[in-house]
């Protein structure tokens, strides 16, 4: 193979390397709309409101801070109204409003499997931990 063609070789591979950074970049600029201080707001927040019957499974914060959906289990679902409520005391929750809760007894143990989101989006349908 001439220098040539090696040469060609490369930078097309280099350029190659170089949309994927670029996609990669513009896919990682998209989750943060809206909020250039980060996500860490976010679990700290969760982490405050502790509320020893609660616990998660699945924490995605999205669309900047937007969109968030938490899944977990709760020993007592009384406790899971006071836990959102005491999110509305945090200034990172100012304007998110959770549109959907379910929850479903577990079949293996007393154990509550809620999930709760800003928006209505088709996730997975079991609540398996």
Known sequence: ????????LQLKRLKQVFINKQNALNEL???VVGNNKGLS????????KNIEPIWFSHID????GQ???LKGQASDAKYIPDFV???KEEPVFNGI????FNAQQSENDALLNFILQTEIVHLEASYEQ
């Open 1 to 8: 193979m001439t220098d040539l063609k090696k040469e060609k």
């Open 29 to 31: 600029s998209t989750m």
């Open 41 to 48: 707001g976010y679990f700290s927040a969760l982490a405050r």
């Open 61 to 64: 914060v999205y669309s900047g």
């Open 67 to 69: 969109q968030i959906v």
């Open 85 to 87: 409520s005491s999110l």
């Open 97 to 100: 409003n959770f549109k959907l």
